[in-house]
């Protein structure tokens, strides 16, 4: 059965500082990962995709990493700001259809 | 803005009642997904459609749902006799193509309410 985990389920953190969320997969097929960003109440954005075979990639102030072997994929984001404050999920799979498969999220909260 | 739309913004309806969301996808995409997704937790897959063809449906979409590609342009999202359970965003994105680096982009959802 496919499973996606992300921790924490929610985070608090101040502007300017760094935070790292994970999560960990077990889906199949498996050829790529993205982390997306949600704020409340719209659509996600992509941050990142990565295949397989990539262990990591930026975009701006988020860095995002993959260990295929161990299933494992963080999300780094670096000098936060009061805009990042969203959800942020992760998803392993393969193409969009069935097999592509949304974590729960992690709630970022990034105060003033 | 990502260039998909979705109306209505906001929809609520009586529990039995039917109804029916809209997706414009971006132009030139001519693959369209729908999703539905609940409090605290990440979409979950619908069905997909390629051009006005429904390639995919998920166990999720019970025979109460359906959906329908015109023309392989826009999409309509129907739920029949609603219940208090259908209450979600249903959330719709389109791509251009298959592959490991295609991108889907979301429209900002339609969020059902049924009371």
């Known amino acids: 059965k496919n499973q996606v985990e992300q921790s924490p389920q929610s985070l608090i953190i101040l502007e300017g500082k760094n935070c790292t969320l994970q999560?960990?997969?077990?889906?199949?097929?498996?050829?790529?990962l993205r982390w997306y960003k949600q704020d409340t109440g719209r659509g996600p954005v992509s941050l990142t995709i990565?295949?397989?075979?990539?262990n990591t990639k930026s975009n701006g102030r988020y860095t995002a990493t993959l260990d295929a072997d161990t299933k494992q994929s963080s999300l780094h984001i670096t000098a936060s700001q009061l805009s990042d404050s969203a959800s942020y999920i992760c998803?392993?799979?393969?193409?969009?259809?069935?097999?592509?498969?949304f974590g729960p999220g992690t709630r970022l909260s990034v105060l003033p | 803005d990502t260039g998909v739309s979705q109306d209505p913004r906001h929809k609520i309806t009586k529990r039995g009642q039917n109804v029916t969301f809209r997706c414009d996808p971006i132009?030139?995409?001519?693959?369209l997904y729908w999703y539905r997704q609940t409090l605290g937790q990440g979409p979950e897959f619908l069905t997909y459609?390629?051009?006005?063809?429904?390639?995919?449906k998920s166990r999720l979409l019970s025979d109460r749902f359906s959906a329908e590609r015109p023309k392989g342009s826009f999409s309509t999202l129907e739920i029949q006799r609603t219940e208090q359970g259908d209450s979600a965003m249903y959330l719709c994105?389109?791509?251009?193509?298959?592959?490991?680096?295609?991108?889907?982009?979301f429209g900002q959802g339609t969020r059902l309410t049924v009371v």
């Open positions: 998803v392993p799979g393969g193409d969009y259809g069935q097999n592509f498969v």
């Open positions: 994105a389109s791509s251009a193509r298959q592959g490991v680096y295609t991108e889907a982009f």
């Open positions: 990565m295949t397989f075979s990539e």
């Open positions: 132009s030139e995409h001519n693959r």
């Open positions: 459609f390629q051009n006005e063809a429904q390639l995919e």
């Open positions: 999560c960990n997969y077990t889906v199949s097929p498996f050829s790529n």
